[in-house]
């Protein structure tokens, strides 16, 4: 754990310079708007180690699969996430000196990110050629209202002296993934243009031919009045820049703006891209950077309206969780139902691909309750536009008659992930979509939904899992062999606990909404019915046995659901036992000891009641938590926010607090020494839920809201926002008192522990 950065309510700040901590910085304060996004590489050049990455949403390479041994049905390809196009250099050279943050001496460096209004800035003090000292200022943001422009402030001044100040502004696409499978650069150039005050560079990449066009322009002000230059050109391949300078008295400072747009064939037709460039720019001109500015924090004042999370009393936790919500909401906006939520956002290349599991079982229920129904709708478009993929991706493996098997890894439904044990085995991923279509219907009351498109998706994955099963005459009930559960350090297990309780649920209740459409809308039903070939005669029967026979294993001596087969067979061991300098285990362990030890990467058994725990009883649920939290070493960054959901649950209010401070701090404290990869998106959003469903005790009860909160010893009080079936409230929880603000018009039904409340409209309720 590394506590690097000050603690502020609203900023994360680094205070001072420390190349070694560069990587993790640059993920730490990256910038995104769900169109685009940046790591906070510096503008100027910089010789020392850093990590480039600039992204552009939806755009990807299919790198072909590195493996030792193939194996039949391996995906060809490993999709990447592509370091596009560098859109941010502003190199700077004063008195002929390059200044390089590498080289200078370093009198004061402050990097922030100002999560509250959305923008990226840097201020040093450096000496130059033994004696001369400059101040210089960044001031960098992605718009969240015009989501193609990026924008920079960037000024320098002479503190000591007069100097010649020379700028070269510069569009760059000869960039390289540092993931790349056999050293291959994924960019060709299309075309480029320069001229003095603007350029622009088009490139494709190869293999899918995705186009993308950065355009620039800037402008030169010395004390507030625009500079005239007369720019050199540079023009060469990948390339093109302006250079010019200017003379800046002591004490003057020299301000350069920069305008970007970047423009991408998803979106646009290739032949109109260099004229829509063009045309953005000359509306960022016209707007000015100011204007712009003020309208991407007016939006992210719309955002934080929703989402934010108010913890009086605990400044770590506070700084924390806004942190995390600032990254979820910057990383996906919900506008475009072709994208979704990369595990590593716009801040790392790591995972590849665009997504996985995570965002049904993380992402979308932080959506579901802070953003507009119709962003959690275009998550599960997604998957739904991917259903033929996902029935091509069950094929390849066998399978058969419309059965899907979504991928682990995917940017067009295609699977791309190539471990084995993942690839073919974590198969509990099809459970979670089909979960995400039941709680995006519960939350949002979208009935229609199934009808149009969920139930198609529903009988494709349960085709999926009733072939996946097959009948064990010694046990005379059904197995499912040859698993990966979500605990990745246990490979081709039998009977996962969790994988054959998605699977009975996913079967019980494609079943269900069968039987409830026949009542309620069998014109519809039939039309899928007829769509999906469905065979009442043989595959209800079949379904039904398999719900009623389906094999769990259970510890009879513990009362406790056995993860796997064979698990008991294992030394059980507390996590605490393993010493310090052998942590974290899958950076100091063979994998073949991992594997045949007790310890758990992430939540499993517990990840599986935390989803159905309204069949359990409290003490059902503490003993399964206590069995499995004391081996778990929380090396997942899924994991921690389960277990303190589940700790609140059974009222360990201590645990749930430790819990909840290592998810929502995974990133800022890089418990797993894994920042400079990038940061944890999905499980951000693991974050956000630890604190309402977990401290909050919120949860959906047929068409009411149920609230059983909690409060950690230390927080005077804590209050977040959600939405329901169309109306925003507010909790705020303090340890004499609950509030509960209803900010709609639409009454809402609430359950406060045991008792029944309605808060009507604009009203607010105190329990006591």
Not at 350 to 356: A, D, F, L, N
Not at 704 to 718: E, G, M, Q, T, V
Request: proline letters at 2%.
């Amino acid at each position: 754990m590394n506590s690097y950065y000050k603690k502020d309510e609203w900023l994360v700040v680094e205070e001072g310079f420390d190349p070694e901590m560069n990587r993790e910085s640059e993920s730490i304060f990256s910038l995104g708007n769900g169109y685009m996004g940046q790591r906070a590489n510096f503008e100027e050049h910089y010789s020392g180690d850093y990590h480039r990455g600039s992204y552009v949403a939806g755009v990807y390479y299919p790198d072909k699969t590195r493996v030792g041994w193939w194996k039949n049905g391996y995906p060809e390809y490993f999709a990447k996430v592509l370091n596009a196009p560098n859109w941010i250099g502003i190199n700077l050279t004063v008195d002929g000196e390059v200044i390089d943050l590498a080289q200078v001496k370093i009198n004061s460096f402050r990097r922030t990110l100002n999560m509250k209004e959305g923008y990226l800035e840097r201020h040093f003090n450096i000496t130059i050629l033994k004696t001369k000292t400059l101040e210089i200022s960044s001031k960098r943001f992605l718009s969240m209202t015009e989501p193609d422009l990026g924008l920079i402030r960037y000024s320098v001044k002479p503190v000591n002296f007069s100097g010649s100040v020379s700028f070269t502004v510069y569009l760059d696409s000869d960039v390289r993934n540092e993931d790349t499978n056999y050293g291959k650069k994924f960019w060709k150039e299309v075309s480029r243009h320069i001229s003095e005050g603007s350029g622009m560079l088009i490139s494709r990449t190869m293999k899918t031919d995705f186009h993308v066009a950065l355009g620039m322009t800037y402008i030169l002000e010395k004390d507030n009045k625009k500079v005239k230059i007369k720019p050199e050109i540079t023009d060469r391949a990948k390339y093109v820049a302006n250079t010019f300078s200017s003379v800046a008295g002591k004490g003057e400072e020299l301000v350069l703006y920069k305008f970007v747009s970047v423009i991408s064939s998803l979106n646009y037709d290739k032949k109109n891209l260099p004229a829509i460039v063009n045309q953005r720019l000359e509306f960022a001109i016209r707007s000015g950077y100011n204007k712009l500015l003020s309208d991407h924090i007016n939006e992210w004042d719309k955002i934080w309206a929703t989402s934010d999370v108010v913890i009086n009393g605990d400044i770590s936790a506070q700084q924390a969780i806004r942190f995390n919500i600032f990254h979820l909401n910057q990383t996906y906006t919900g506008k475009d139902e072709r994208l979704n939520i990369g595990p590593k956002g716009f801040t790392g290349e790591k995972y590849g691909g665009s997504t996985y599991w995570d965002t049904e079982a993380f992402g979308l229920p932080f959506f579901l309750k802070t953003a507009d129904k119709q962003v959690g709708k275009n998550l599960l478009l997604y998957r739904y536009k991917h259903l033929q993929k996902s029935i091509e991706n069950a094929e390849k493996l066998g399978f058969k008659h419309g059965a899907a098997l979504y991928p682990m890894v995917t940017m067009n439904g295609e699977e791309c992930h190539n471990e084995w044990e993942i690839t073919f085995e974590e198969i509990h991923r099809n459970g979670a979509i089909a979960f995400a279509i039941y709680n995006y219907i519960r939350h949002t009351g979208d009935k229609e939904y199934m009808a149009d498109y969920g139930l198609e998706v529903l009988i494709a994955i349960s085709r999926f899992w009733s072939q996946r099963a097959t009948y064990s005459e010694n046990l005379k009930k059904y197995v499912i062999l040859g698993v990966t559960g979500p605990n990745e350090y246990e490979n081709n297990v039998n009977n996962n606990w969790y994988t054959n309780s998605l699977a009975v649920w996913t079967l019980s209740y494609t079943l269900k909404t069968i039987e409830e459409l026949e009542k309620g809308n069998s014109s519809k039903l039939g039309k899928v019915l007829k769509k999906t070939n469905f065979n009442f005669k043989t595959e209800l029967p079949r379904w039904s046995e398999l719900v009623k026979n389906m094999h769990f294993n259970v510890d009879t001596k513990r009362q406790v659901f056995l993860q796997q087969d064979g698990f008991l067979d294992k030394e059980l061991l507390s996590a605490e036992s393993i010493p310090k300098d052998e942590k974290p285990i899958n950076q100091h362990w063979s994998w073949d000891r991992i594997l045949r030890s007790c310890y758990i990467k992430q939540a499993d058994v517990l990840q599986g009641l935390y989803l159905f725990e309204d069949k359990y009883d409290t003490e059902t649920i503490k003993r399964n938590f206590d069995f499995y939290e004391q081996m778990t070493v929380h090396e997942s960054s899924l994991s921690a926010c389960i277990h303190s959901i589940l700790a609140s649950r059974i009222g360990n209010i201590a645990k749930a607090y430790e819990l909840y401070l290592r998810t929502a701090r995974l990133d800022l404290d890089d418990y797993n020494n894994e920042v400079s990869d990038g940061l944890h998106i999905t499980s951000m959003a693991g974050t956000w839920l630890a604190i309402v469903e977990g401290f909050g005790g919120m949860r959906i009860q047929d068409d009411k809201i149920l609230l059983k909160p909690l409060i950690p010893d230390n927080w005077k009080s804590y209050s977040f926002h959600s939405r329901f079936r169309g109306i925003l409230f507010e909790v705020k929880v303090s340890s004499t008192q609950t509030i509960v603000r209803n900010l709609s018009e639409k009454s809402l039904n609430l359950v406060f522990d045991t008792k029944n409340y309605i808060v009507k409209g604009k009203t607010e309720i105190i329990v006591k």
